[in-house]
């Protein structure tokens, strides 16, 4: 089982910058992806960004350029910087792990309990 924390989100204004974190625990050295997904009301689930045991690293159409995902191994952390936020990144931000269901293809398994990203204009 792997548990996952996220933890760093709150509310900014447009153009602002955030860093959310998310601390993994358990028994995580099969873990092959690690991701932020996120949801606002009335949407569907996102995959924001993912970041897999290569170091190979995918975005979000609308994320790319603007936000960083990383992950420090010996720590157990995967972080998310997002800078130059936008109204439409405010959602409830997820943290998700799992292993390769198929080349360069993520099943995730275990999920955080979210942290709120606002962003006002």
């Known amino acids: 089982q792997v548990q996952l924390v996220e933890s760093g989100g709150g509310s900014v204004q447009a153009g602002g910058s955030l860093r959310l974190s998310c601390a993994a625990s358990?028994?995580?050295?099969?873990?092959?992806?690690m991701s932020w997904f996120r949801q606002a009301p009335g949407n569907d689930r996102e995959e924001v960004a993912t970041?897999?045991?290569?170091?190979?690293?995918t975005y979000a159409d609308g994320v790319k350029g603007r936000f960083t995902i990383s992950q420090d191994k010996a720590a157990n952390t995967v972080s998310l910087q997002m800078n130059s936020l936008k109204p439409e990144d405010a959602a409830m931000y997820f943290c998700?792990?799992?292993?390769?269901?198929?080349?360069?293809?993520?099943?995730?398994?275990?999920w955080g309990q979210g942290t709120q990203v606002t962003v006002s204009s």
């Open positions: 998700a792990a799992g292993g390769f269901l198929a080349w360069k293809k993520c099943d995730f398994g275990y």
């Open positions: 358990g028994d995580t050295y099969y873990t092959d992806c």
């Open positions: 970041i897999d045991s290569d170091g190979d690293t």
